[in-house]
């Protein structure tokens, strides 16, 4: 694909990042790999010594880890829906963001789903899902549902990237497996009108059909929950709950990705403000129907004050148990996030991601809160002299599992970053051709004048 | 009087309290028990079952001690059998045909079981004698009303069996687990016991059912029992149809259908995304 | 105490060496079960011939083989089991969760049939509740199972087959009666239990990363004897039973089931949630103890224990 000089000035600028680390990044890798391998380790000791090892027992049978499992599936919601809609609407100030996005389901599907295998007890046995599969476990649904949408994510990530691969081909660079790699992926893609119109449909295609799926996939696993007879689970509600408590993580999480990647590869130019605002918005907004489902969700279960719904709540709300965690996770982290974005002065970048990670982090105790006090109690008196088998404790194997999570999502990310440029270059580089940041401004101005015009028409015929 | 001496002294004191424990063990043997029971089926298998027990606070099972169970015919004993207790602290003797030939003049048969004691319990011995008799479990059914009738007869005296009468017999339904009782009542001067037929009880998938008759504990007799079978009972049809549900192994039919429409749907879709792909790598000439 | 104990798990979580993170790379091979086949010669047993005499066979033989998997899995044919449990007649005396224990050779904590303590209401009196699985009909823990591990059979029996389950958990919070064990930790496993070939309707042995539950005894049953549970109440609280034959037992005591549950006014636990129970309960009247003689045997701590978590105060 031929590229015009603006776009291989960009290319260059983009290329340059991706074959040198730099010393800070070199000291990030070593300590997401330390991390990492602390995980290994830590799921070593879990293998051999049997899940005694961590601080799941025979109530609270699920703890940290199905807590970050929704969570990665939760933040994975930024790529599909935002990317999704943003495409399908077109848009037009998507494109510095959308592979940032996409990159963040792909990589939060591929680690969330691990965290079930670290909650199974037999791990050796998960080809018997295959051999004896029941369609009306949820889990299965669950398996399906994610396997289908990972598939999904990769495939709408790559033909999202085709462009750019193509113009990656051109690029002499050193390694020979780039130049292999970059040839293999980009389908002898040149830019001629056949295959723009094939390569835009196939995009639209998997732009509409990714945003149903994503929906399915939080639903499904939200059901999980809402299938059980246990208070605080056993909810209607739970599926749409889930779904947007999803979203907003997600665009929480798209924020801080963005500041990061803005602040590491001097992005300035192509992330600007105009896109926190933007995102900063629909965080907002999201956070509001969040705010919203969770007071139907405590309110109902209140005034109805069915034995068990009331034990849950009692939990909540005590200061001795989870009082201060709730706090953070429904109040807090949700108002704050509102407060800031809601009035113009207070938008800054930094404000907007300050808020984005306060959502982030609320949002992850709040599954904590959904799974953990629900486990706690069971419908038959918790008369159990075993202090663990009352309240849940996370081990330090438990801990480690998850910073491993967290860090193994850091470095593919940073490895990712490597290997495609974390903006979508030639779609920017066009889009800024034909203006199209501009073009905003200019339709705003245009539409003001034609307003003030009819204004003055009708003064003038009224006269 | 220092510490150190006194120390001694209780030592000592408690040295003798215990040593005098182990004496008193060894001179004074354990009470011992034996019971035993004479059982007779309907297929006319004869045995009797010994129990043993031991006193230590309480009378408990002795297990692992020799039982012998005797012939006695005329004050002269025939050992028969000489069995181990199991951990019940019984011991089952299964008569040979030989034994049960012996009855002495009065008609009766007379066993001994004996325990000889050892070094730390008592000997224990226990007679039984047993009049032979048999129970006949048999259906009529007058007009509409349907009857079960027993027939209880001692066997041991020639040819023609004596009724048993006036004495009580338990009727009952055998169930898996165990007996319901559903009449206790007295033979009449004919040796005979009619009792109603329970029609509402369930039997198996054609309502057959089997009525047991027993004599218990009885002085003479011991324990006899037979039973019969009627298909008279209410029939338990075995419905067990495979189904398709939530707990079932098939799952319902419209989830399955939605689960292949929706997959399906998605699929085909990736399917095509990757032909269009295929497509641009073909479209590589077009200008 | 609870600070010391921390201590230890941490100390002893940090004293693993790194080759276990190499050692990791064989997870199948790890998971191997910790039975291995017995070395000693094969122990024999005194057996009586139906002939008087005794013979000597080894002791596996005798022990009943249990059936085909196949046949674990569709039930007793005709039967439909059920259980009836008298209040009135419970005094927390424990025995039967000894003789489950007992039975598949199970730990000290581990305890498929659990006795509570409940209370209504404040104003009511307390009694003492076993409660084992209670095999609903609707089983709530058999439709979220995966993988078919637990199901439930023809007779009403829900089993868990161990050499199926993947340890999910699914059907552990899906289960409102907290009836289901998971086997944390590798559980010291007898030589009997070892030699025994494994069988859902035995549960023995267990495995470690699997779920494990009350099974309602289905290969004492087909020896026609009762549930250890049942034989090990020394107040014969307990009654089993099959539906089919209209009859409940605990040993002493027959039943018609039918009679039993309508003249005493027998329950379903919860029945509001529509799992269709096969335990039924007969009311907590005219109780035979009162209920503090069940606190005969334990320490002021417990009884403190017990007294708090009752009802449930707000």
């Known amino acids: 694909m031929k590229l015009d000089p603006k776009s291989a000035r960009s290319l260059e600028f983009f290329t340059a990042q991706m074959v040198r680390i730099s010393r800070p990044g070199m000291i990030g890798l070593a300590v997401m790999l330390l991390v990492v391998f602390g995980g290994i380790y830590a799921l070593a000791v879990q293998v051999i010594d049997g899940h005694i090892v961590t601080g799941m027992r025979d109530n609270v049978v699920w703890g940290i880890y199905i807590a970050n499992f929704i969570f990665f599936i939760g933040i994975s919601y930024a790529g599909a829906l935002i990317s999704g809609i943003l495409h399908l609407l077109r848009v037009p100030w998507r494109a510095p963001i959308i592979r940032i996005a996409e990159m963040i389901t792909v990589i939060s599907t591929m680690i969330g789903p691990s965290y079930i295998l670290l909650c199974m007890g037999r791990l050796d046995r998960l080809h018997h899902l295959a051999l004896y599969g029941r369609i009306q476990s949820p889990i299965l649904w669950d398996v399906l549902a994610i396997s289908t949408y990972l598939t999904g994510s990769i495939i709408f990530l790559y033909l999202a990237s085709i462009r750019d691969l193509a113009a990656l081909r051109t690029y002499p660079f050193k390694s020979k497996w780039r130049i292999w790699l970059y040839k293999f992926l980009s389908v002898d893609f040149n830019g001629n009108a056949a295959q723009n119109q094939y390569l835009d449909r196939a995009l639209t295609i998997m732009s509409a059909i990714i945003i149903p799926l994503a929906i399915l996939v939080h639903s499904v696993l939200a059901w999980i929950f809402g299938m059980t007879l246990r208070p605080g689970w056993h909810s209607t509600i739970f599926a749409p709950y889930f779904v947007i408590a999803a979203v907003f993580s997600g665009t929480g999480v798209l924020i801080i990705a963005m500041w990061v990647f803005r602040k590491v590869y001097h992005l300035e130019s192509y992330i600007t403000k105009i896109h926190f605002n933007y995102l900063g918005i629909i965080l907002m907004i999201l956070g509001a129907l969040y705010a919203y489902f969770t007071f139907s969700e405590y309110l109902t279960s209140w005034y109805g004050s069915e034995t068990w719904e009331m034990e849950v709540l009692y939990k909540l709300f005590d200061t001795n148990e989870y009082w201060w965690w709730f706090f953070f996770a429904a109040i807090l982290g949700v108002v704050l996030p509102i407060a800031v974005i809601l009035f113009p002065r207070f938008r800054t970048i930094n404000s907007i991601t300050a808020v984005s990670v306060i959502a982030v982090l609320a949002l992850w105790v709040k599954r904590y809160l959904i799974i953990i006090p629900t486990l706690e109690t069971p419908l038959l008196p918790l008369q159990d002299m075993r202090p663990e088998y009352i309240h849940y404790k996370v081990t330090p194997v438990e801990w480690m599992l998850t910073f491993a999570g967290i860090a193994m999502f850091c470095l593919l990310f940073f490895l990712f970053s490597k290997f495609l440029p974390i903006v979508n270059v030639v779609k920017v580089t066009e889009d800024r051709s034909y203006g199209a940041l501009r073009q905003i401004v200019a339709d705003r101005i245009i539409k003001r004048e034609v307003k003030a015009f009819k204004l003055k028409e009708r003064q003038k015929f009224a006269h | ?287 | 105490m609870e600070e010391q104990k921390n201590d230890q798990s941490r100390r002893a979580f940090f004293s693993k060496t790194v080759p276990a993170a190499i050692g990791m790379l064989g997870v199948s091979g790890l998971l191997a079960e910790a039975c291995k086949a017995p070395e000693e010669e094969e122990e024999k047993v005194s057996l009586l011939a139906p002939d008087g005499k005794l013979v000597q066979v080894s002791k596996s033989s005798i022990s009943p083989q249990p059936v085909s998997p196949q046949e674990a899995r569709e039930g007793i044919p005709g039967k439909k089991f059920v259980m009836v449990i008298d209040l009135a007649r419970c005094k927390n005396a424990r025995q039967c969760v000894a003789q489950c224990q007992k039975m598949h050779n199970q730990p000290a904590e581990d305890e498929w049939i659990k006795v509570f303590l409940m209370q209504d209401s404040e104003d009511t009196a307390p009694y003492w509740f076993p409660k084992p699985c209670f095999h609903c009909n609707q089983p709530p823990c058999v439709k979220v199972c995966p993988v078919g591990a637990t199901y439930k059979r023809t007779d009403g029996i829900v089993l868990v087959d161990t050499d199926r389950c993947i340890g999910c958990k699914f059907c552990m919070t899906a289960c409102p009666y907290s009836s289901r064990v998971f086997q944390w930790k590798e559980a010291p496993k007898s030589a009997e239990s070892c030699s025994q070939p494994y069988s859902p309707e035995t549960s023995v042995p267990s495995r470690v990363g699997t779920v494990g539950k009350c099974d309602f005894c289905p290969d004492m049953a087909r020896q026609g004897k009762l549930p250890g549970c049942v034989t090990g109440c020394p107040n014969g609280v307990i009654f089993f039973g099959d539906k089919n034959e209209d009859i409940v037992s605990n040993g002493s005591e027959s039943f018609r089931f039918s009679e039993l549950v309508h003249d005493r006014a027998g329950y379903h636990f919860m029945a509001e949630l529509g799992t269709e129970p096969n335990v039924y309960y007969l009311p907590p009247v005219d109780r035979l103890f009162d209920y503090e003689k069940g606190f005969n045997d334990l320490s002021d701590e417990q009884v403190e224990f017990y007294k708090n978590s009752v009802v449930k105060k707000h």
């Open chain 2, 1 to 287: 009087m220092n510490s150190g001496f006194k120390h001694i002294l209780l030592i000592l004191s408690i040295a003798l309290i215990s040593a005098h424990g182990i004496i008193a063990q060894e001179t004074e043997l354990a009470n011992t028990k034996l019971q035993a029971a004479y059982y007779k089926d309907q297929n006319n298998l004869e045995r009797i079952t010994a129990k043993l027990l031991i006193k230590s606070e309480r009378y408990e099972p002795f297990a692992n001690a020799e039982v012998h169970f005797y012939s006695v015919k005329d004050t002269t004993k025939t050992l028969l059998k000489t069995i181990v207790t199991d951990e019940k602290g019984e011991a089952t003797y299964i008569l040979e045909p030989d034994a049960k030939a012996s009855s002495d003049s009065t008609g009766q048969v007379v066993f001994a079981v004996e325990y000889d004691g050892n070094p730390t319990s008592e000997s224990a011995s226990k007679e039984i004698m047993v009049t032979p008799a048999a129970l006949k479990v048999t259906f009529f059914q007058e007009d509409t009303t349907k009857f079960i009738s027993i027939e209880a007869f001692e066997t041991g005296g020639g040819d023609t069996p004596i009724p048993i009468t006036e004495t009580e017999i338990g009727v009952f339904v055998k169930r898996t687990f165990s007996y319901l009782n559903i009449a206790k009542e007295a033979t009449n001067t004919e040796g005979k016991l009619i009792v109603p037929f329970p029609v509402d009880m369930p039997g198996d998938s054609i309502g057959v059912l089997t009525i047991v008759a027993k004599i218990e504990d009885h002085d003479l007799y011991g324990n006899v029992e037979a039973w019969g079978t009627i298909n008279w009972a209410r029939p338990v049809p075995i419905a067990d149809e495979a189904r398709r549900g939530l707990g079932d192994t098939d799952a319902p039919l419209w989830m399955v259908y939605t689960l292949i429409v929706l997959l399906s749907a998605v699929w085909f879709h990736y399917a095509y995304v990757i032909f269009l792909i295929i497509k641009i790598k073909l479209a590589k000439h077009h200008i």
